[in-house]
């Protein structure tokens, strides 16, 4: 059985093994008329890419995609976009002791209870690297979320027992992508760091968190219940490799508010629609968006990969073995966990605005019917 | 758009307003020789039911159902299963002031904002009545699992700020019934209702939690990454109305475990089989079932219905006014949620067994393509 | 498995069985602010029902529809349409020979291979009595077409050999409702009504075939290549009970066109647009509409319920027997079976017009944000 | 919106335009353990392939498959199977002259009125060559069936008016890839190979029709109505490009038949089993498969693109002028059109075999929760 696609309008479909020959991304029903480029997408992909810091994997692996379809003269044309990144760097040999072995708290053992099989090299499947599709794919929503002026961003808000205190939407912005740790409160990020380097020295890992919010999320989304804004976050977020939880608004401490607490009584803003006067709600009430701002949490269990010595069962002899997952593994996840975070909100969004009519499945002019050339010049270098 | 469907192969479609004429859900997909009757699924909207103690809403409903389909002689023969369950008691009137003044944290303006218009008894559409649906569903999907030896049970582990410690499945199983907080610890359940009554005699509400857990649940099911099984409970339980976290194994707190406290080694059990030995991993590994316990919490923030004094906008006049949401609601909402997050983790494994091929999904004695009588004697009664 | 499911935006969930107590449709997606009665949907069901006339089979239904859901004050509200239809005039009884001997070319053994076992009465789930959740959903999608000007129309275009000539649009309108054949070419109508008559007398039953054509529907409908225009009605139409073929444009005969006399030569409509010299193309290029007509057929074979004397197996004694299928029969299909190829139609262009971005999902007002009270006056009835 | 993806369990989306940079399919949901290298889709693509013979378009295209994913040693391992085909031989040049102004009965003019652009190089998405990702497909779906038991083979029966005389099933196999016109009956192949010729020194083309017939499909497959299985083929082979009609069994003819000349009595097999008698059922009762062959034809109309003249209208300066679709074009689809209604009936039946449970969704081998090393040797070549 498959689990590789998302999405009910805006349409995710993934392919790849962490040590296959390729990953692969389809979108499918990506409105025609956005402007889009491979460099829209590399973008994103950079900032999950392995390597970027000492905190990361040093896999070495360019991450370079391939646009395959959908575009015209640097536009979408409404057809389904399919993208292809190559796996460079892919070692697999190193794992054959994991074969009849199972890796303490991977998905060695529950691969190869479903399937009787698995790809085991470096993971198959299982790896997170899958996630290099996801965050591809929300490259492109995230191009017209941009159009529609919505913007999401996450950063990591804890690491171990280190939280990070309460940070602006603005803080979000500029402060983020300036340090490895990406968590937007420079002097919290830096402790973060060090602790990050003494787990890592240690031969150990560390869990952590991902906050996200958003700004500019028009009221009206979602479609009680079991397609609410949570439910569907719910999903996109648990599908995180390592989530473990995920929260909106209060979330895990609203169990402790009263209702005349978190009830937020109606005023009027300056157009003279109700507005609640707060946010405890997290911009969603009643499964639907209020237009307020949406925030949230998910919690990544530390990375399972550890070089620490740990014991096994090899299925095939029976016999207990002792291991160490010797490679180039991360020391925390959230880090590169942020643009995947990102890309899944985005993906979600991008889906709700089609459902909810705000944007037209077909073309983002939203003119059907009307037959043009607006997004093909004929380019001398189409020819 | 619609938001009521749920499940892959084992689908549920429901629809109904809290004070329409009727609910109804449409299970699809049951595979056929499955001993069902009306009491079956009756006794598990019982457990749901308002009016079943001081610390629930008044209202007065039997939530008697009707199978209008699907069964031959007391066994499910494949086809789909049509349920209805009349509503009795809806009292409309009082909610006229809410028609165009949202009461605080509902979803009354939220949804006149999506659809323009809204269904504004009791809440129509938003209200948490849907529920009743998704245990009639849950019920037949219970019967499954009870067939295939799993067994799901939650109860509240915590009212406000009382929590209660951790309770053995035995104990799960042997006391959540026994008292209207539906909490599984006696004397916790005791000081819950205690406190339940006092925000209740102060007009005002309390949050809370359900935890849940399993039994029997096979290992290899889950399809990873969008499928797996976090991701498909993630979309399940923060459908559930007022939901505001979900979490699994060690959950929120998995941020503050290195790698090395939350791996798990493998050792083998009596079967010769592989078994980690542990369960912080909560069931789950790579996103599909090890065949330990899943275990997990929902948070549910405090009912926004309070006869408190609040404020409210009218969007007809403009003005601010004094608003009191005085009728038969419950002061807390765990202790009904209970037979609603069994109901969706049932049905979220029975579409999993489904779809894992553990079940068969045309007929449950998997011998396909055999006709005969063994769920359809040619009883006097059935002429 | 599940296959009472239609539509991808606009979607519907039926059930039910030919002699048990109900047949039920959720109509799902239903944008808000379309007017909707009880009557809309009732006009339809009187025109498949049985009983009117003597060419069809006299159970006594009065197939009277309850609306359980989804409106407010004479609107739909966005949320989901329940409806049921009670089954009144079921005698299971005079199916009892039949239970372990199927009846020849029914649907009996391969329900009964395919599940194990079967509602038998009347057909159960196998028969053409499904067709009335059809027919009621397709009254809702019909209402929203006529809203945006889309008529679709059919007719019986042949009985046995009995062929009416090529009629207009404008007849099909005016006299396909005159006569019990439902043929809108008055003479052949009378001819076809006459050959039936025979072959009743004979014990015997004869096919035929249905001709649908459509006006109003916008150019750019329809997602190639799976979700074409012709492979959304091929799934439509070939659903249908009894049908054999599904032909659109020049259908069958365009095997022996050569490409330039089928190829249309484009010239300019009145506001300038290019339009096709004629509609060979029956509506459709390239799996999208070009806003020409489409139009196309069904053919039905002849009922398999006949009182002439056959033979069948039983499979519980081995032994041969003869059978009479002696009952309340239609003695051909087409005529009942007009306005549910009218309604298949009806639910495929809308689930297009969603699709395409023509409509809104939530609200057919297309003003997404505004909460309003356009749909819901405070009407005195409603308290 | 987009229609790339078919199929319910076992799954296929597609991507890629005519001239594009390559054409793309992911296959999700095939089970772990079926042996695919990429020959075995090659050999079918080789099939599909342009430049086969004289009577086929000149474009010259490897239509090289690479498999991205999916495989561990030879064997599926459960995963999605990426593939892509890159496109080696596209001149879009020559389609300059036809962006503003529509070919005749093309989808030039629909995908620009659908999308307000399109790709305009040979065709883009509009182009047939989108089926070569179905071959691939099919491809995979028929090694499953070849496991089964199961064989699926398609011939052309007519071209123009020359018709081929019923052959067997042994023919089918034996003749069908003998000659170009892929025509199991070698007289009437050479006589459409002559006509065909004539034709295309008018500069015209012909239409035709592919006749499909299946051996080994079990009985109880099918899931009615909506997704009956002439529903399910209904969809699948009228989304075959230039398709205006399916038929099975008798299909247009059943119109002319009576009940007792069409319906047929029971009898027994040599395992006792009641079977029909004849098979003018074409191996379908009440939408379900008998286990008797399943049958039936598609029509296709000419191909579109003819170096005749013809006229069209350019949309942007409004003139008529004369055309000539000049190119690498075929002028007949039927014989490489066989292998790609193949492949849609290969890819129907194992979504159905999925789906009524007679194949497990994860693993062939049916032994859900054992970890084996059955299908992944530890190959040196592998490390």
């Known amino acids: 059985m498959n689990g590789n696609e998302f ?7 993934t392919h790849g093994e962490s040590h296959g020959p390729a990953m692969g991304v389809t979108v499918s029903g990506c409105p025609a008329g956005i402007a889009l480029s491979e460099e829209d997408v590399q973008r ?6 392995p390597g970027q810091s000492m905190i990361t994997t040093s896999r070495n692996e360019p991450d370079a995609v391939e646009i395959h379809s959908g575009l015209q003269d640097g536009y979408t044309t409404g057809t389904p976009i399919g993208m292809t990144i190559q796996n460079k760097d892919s070692r697999s040999g190193k794992y054959e002791p994991f074969v009849t072995a199972p890796r303490p708290s991977h998905g060695d053992f529950t691969y190869s209870a479903k399937f009787g099989t698995r ?16 965050v591809a ?3 492109i929503a995230g191009k017209i979320l941009e159009r529609e002026g919505i913007e999401v961003k996450a950063h990591v808000n804890q690491i171990g027992e280190i939280r990070a205190p309460k940070v602006s939407f603005e803080q979000l912005l500029e402060h983020t992508e300036e340090n490895p740790v990406r968590c937007a409160h420079p002097e919290t990020a830096e402790q973060m760091r060090e602790r990050i380097e003494e787990y890592q020295a240690e031969g150990d890992s560390i869990g952590g968190s991902i906050y996200f919010e958003t700004r500019g999320v028009p009221r009206g989304l979602g479609a009680p219940r079991f397609d609410s804004v949570p439910a569907r976050l719910g999903r996109a977020l648990m599908a995180v490799p390592a989530a473990t939880g995920f929260e909106f608004g209060l979330g ?17 803003n300056d157009d003279g629609d109700p507005v609640p006067v707060g946010n405890d709600h997290g911009g969603i009430q009643g499964g639907i968006t209020t237009g307020q701002p949406i925030y949230g949490e998910v919690t990544l269990h530390a990375p399972t990969s550890i070089p620490k010595s740990q014991t096994t069962v090899d299925w ?11 490679g180039r593994h991360d020391p925390v996840l959230p880090p590169r966990g942020v643009p995947v975070v990102e890309a899944m909100v985005n993906l979600t969004l991008v889906d709700f605005l089609l459902l909810s009519g705000r944007l037209n499945p077909d073309r983002l002019d939203d003119q059907p019917g009307e037959y043009d050339t607006a997004y093909h010049p004929r380019s001398p270098e189409n020819k």
């Open 7 to 13: 999405g009910r309008l805006f349409r995710v479909t």
């Open 316 to 326: 095939e002899t029976g016999e207990q073995k002792e291991i160490q997952v010797i």
């Open 252 to 268: 895990r401490s609203a169990r402790e508010r009263t209702g005349s607490e978190r009830n937020e009584d109606w005023t009027t």
């Open 137 to 139: 794919a929300g490259a």
């Open 44 to 49: 994103e992909l950079d900032r999950r890419k």
């Open 119 to 134: 790809n085991w090299g470096g993971g198959g499947r299982s790896s997170a690297r899958e996630t290099v599709n996801w």
